[in-house]
């Protein structure tokens, strides 16, 4: 035995998870296409500048008299390597690097603040049972009870004008901001609940307990011994909801709520897509499996994430 | 001499029935009903009784972490009942607790110096630089290899834990130690190897203990005194020997018949009580005596009167209208 294998280093559980993670192929192979995208969606602007792909030059040269693409699949060419958009002459890849950037934004915004929100209010829901529990119990009951599709149509036109003669700024930084909102609005349940079932369970653990004996305050009590057992719990389901509001800001936008055209965005491209479905198929394909393989993506590592976290696990099964 | 701790006549009555906001509750559920113990600087009292007969709450209403309905504690000579604020935060230095469950007492998320640092930190007793030093020493007194600080509870087995847990509790130098059921979680084998460290360290650092089983044979070693417990109440209390040598309230009695006899060969034959049924409700627990329900010596007046915790003339009480006396 050397002096190195002396020195005893505890392996954290979360270290084990991380260790765990690494081991799991498809989840690394997940995290990598998840950071290429994300890496896509930062550099898009200087990616798209220094080949020449703006997502809003229109190009008619690349268009015949109908205004239809000129070539096979969609007009593909060195210029346009996954074509153009048909009617304008839009260069495709350049708009889809633009749409990343919007579905992670509204992805990575929308599950920052419903996880935020959802764990705040799971943790008061949780530690101080009660009139406050039961309020928000029922409210969150009542959410889940809305029709909320129908409500964020209903509500988008009132409630993106209140929100500009509120100054938020007009037009697409509006639309952006009501997506968000109706998104946590309807979205803090799930990971609300979660908590407050977690935190139910923890506070009846006898370390709970024990911290109190020592006259640990509050705050000790949620900073110190509740939150560090529920950070994996809430990074996995955050996780796991994100590529749900990267779906949700496509399906919003091909419905005609959230951003406009000629702003890019995926759900824009599939909405405007659908129209030329039968002389340009390629168009609507590229933004669907795009969004596919991020959703994809996404879920596979959370998978990943869950099972590296799972508490069952120990040493032994590393 | 003043007792390290005292406890006269307290109650714990929790409301029974439904706990949500618009129903009122339905009854109470009386889990400690006037219970008065007192123990000596350095000393063991063991507290026995069936489960669910109130033990932990005692325990829990000891360390102030439930309060009580009625009642008072006394520790070291000050009514610390209704201390609050930072007159409660000095007082729980000097009453410390092991907990019966080692995998649910220490935080998984922690080390096991950040665990044995936490009463350390809150109480701010040491340095930062100091607080180090204070984690080894104290792991190495309770027989854990003091470079295994930064290893986390999933690290060891259920008996190491427990000597964490047992580290923990002596961090503040504290004048009274409740352990709720210390080793029943524990195998066998490790039981008496933590029985052993305890009474060691109680010689060490003269540290009093309320020890809580629910056998006798635990408890047998390690206790001065010894109260039995039933169904809230307190039905037999006396110096461990004397009561252990001859037990006069029919409960006691029984419990000891639970208890494996050591020397099978002596020859006499031992009859052997069984206890019968279920430890009634203590929502609605029986009138008079409590015990009535599964004593076999109950008579009528054991239904109407309740029987009152008497002195035997040995240093013990018990509270039992035909008591086993000595002939
Ligand atoms: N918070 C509570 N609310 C309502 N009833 C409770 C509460 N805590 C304990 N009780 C009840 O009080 C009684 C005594 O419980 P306690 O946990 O003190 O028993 P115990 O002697 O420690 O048993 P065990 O050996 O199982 O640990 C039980 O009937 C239990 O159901
Ligand atoms: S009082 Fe009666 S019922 Fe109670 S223990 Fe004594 S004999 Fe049994
Ligand atoms: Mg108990």
């Given at each position: 035995m050397t002096v190195a294998d002396t020195t005893i280093v505890g392996l954290s559980p979360s270290r084990l998870a991380l260790a765990r993670f690494r081991r799991d192929k498809v989840a690394v192979v997940a995290l990598c296409v998840v950071v290429f995208f994300v890496l896509i969606a930062i550099f898009a602007p200087l990616l798209t500048s220094v080949f020449n792909l703006s997502p809003y030059a229109l190009d008619?040269?690349?268009?015949?008299?109908?205004?239809?693409?000129?070539?096979?699949?969609?007009?593909?060419s060195w210029n346009h390597p996954l074509g153009v958009e048909p009617g304008t002459g839009r260069d495709i890849l350049g708009r889809l690097m633009y749409g990343a950037r919007v579905s992670l934004l509204i992805g990575f915004i929308g599950t920052i603040v419903t996880t935020g929100v959802g764990l705040v209010l799971g943790m008061v829901s949780g530690l101080r049972r009660g009139l406050l529990d039961s309020v928000i119990t029922r409210v969150a009951d009542l959410t889940l009870a809305f029709p909320s599709l129908l409500l964020i149509i209903a509500l988008n036109r009132p409630l993106t004008q209140r929100l500009e003669s509120m100054g938020v700024p007009k037009g697409n930084f509006a639309r952006m901001t009501y997506i968000i909102l109706v998104l946590t609005v309807f979205g803090w349940v799930y990971m609300a609940r979660l908590i407050r079932g977690q935190v139910l369970s923890l506070r009846e653990?006898?370390?709970?307990?024990?911290?109190?004996?020592?006259?640990?305050?509050?705050?000790?009590?949620?900073?110190?011994?509740?939150?560090?057992?529920?950070?994996?719990?809430?990074?996995?389901?955050?996780?796991?909801?994100l590529p749900g509001y990267v779906a949700v800001e496509a399906s919003l936008s091909f419905l005609g709520i959230g951003l406009m055209a000629p702003a890019a965005s995926w759900g824009i491209m599939l909405g405007d897509s659908v129209k030329y479905y039968r002389a340009d198929p390629t168009y609507l394909l590229i933004p669907g499996v795009t969004l596919m393989i991020l959703v994809m993506a996404f879920n596979l590592m959370g998978d990943g994430l869950r099972d590296a976290v799972d508490p069952k696990s120990d040493r032994q099964q590393l | 001499m003043t007792p390290i701790l005292e406890v006269r006549d307290v109650k714990k009555y929790f409301p029974s029935g439904s706990s949500r906001v618009l129903q009122r509750p339905t009854g109470q559920v009386k889990a400690v009903d006037g219970v008065s113990l007192s123990l000596q600087k350095g000393k063991t009292l063991g507290v026995v009784g069936e489960s669910g007969c109130g033990k932990s709450t005692l325990a829990r209403i000891l360390m102030r972490l439930i309060e009580p309905s009625s009642g008072s504690i006394f520790l070291d000579g000050e009514d610390v009942t209704r201390l609050s604020g930072s007159d409660l935060r000095r007082m729980r230095r000097d009453i410390q607790i092991i907990f019966q469950d080692p995998y649910s007492s220490l935080n998984p998320r922690h080390s096991i110096g950040e665990i044995i640092a936490t009463p350390l930190r809150i109480q701010k007793t040491v340095t930062k630089s100091e607080e180090v030093g204070r984690v080894k020493e104290l792991m190495h007194l309770v027989g854990l290899n003091p470079e295994h600080f930064n290893r986390f509870p999933h690290e060891f087995s259920g008996g190491q834990r427990q000597r964490v847990g047992i580290a923990r509790s002596l961090a503040l130098n504290p004048k009274v130690?409740?352990?709720?059921?210390?080793?029943?979680?524990l195998d066998v084998s490790i039981q008496s190897q933590i029985l052993n460290l305890m009474q060691d360290l109680q010689t060490k650092l003269q540290v009093a203990f309320v020890f809580i089983a629910h056998d006798l044979s635990v408890v047998r070693h390690i206790a001065d005194d010894v109260a039995v417990m039933y169904l809230g109440k307190i039905v037999e209390l006396g110096p461990a020997n004397i009561v252990y040598g001859h037990p006069t309230h029919p409960y006691t009695k029984a419990l000891m018949s639970a208890v494996p006899v050591a020397n099978p060969v002596s020859g006499r034959k031992i009859s052997r009580i069984v206890l019968t049924g279920d430890v009634p409700s203590p929502i609605d627990p029986p009138s008079g005596c409590r015990f009535r329900t599964r004593c076999w010596k109950a008579q009528d007046i054991c239904a109407s009167n309740e029987p009152e915790l008497l002195d035997r003339g040995d240093g013990r009480v018990s509270a039992c209208h035909f008591p086993e006396l000595e002939a």
């Open positions: 008619r040269q690349a268009l015949n008299d109908y205004g239809n693409p000129i070539g096979r699949f969609g007009g593909m653990r006898e370390f709970v307990d024990a911290a109190r004996s020592f006259g640990a305050s509050n705050t000790h009590i949620v900073f110190k011994q509740l939150l560090p057992n529920l950070w994996a719990q809430v990074i996995v389901f955050a996780t796991l909801s | 130690i409740v352990a709720d059921e210390p080793v029943s979680a």
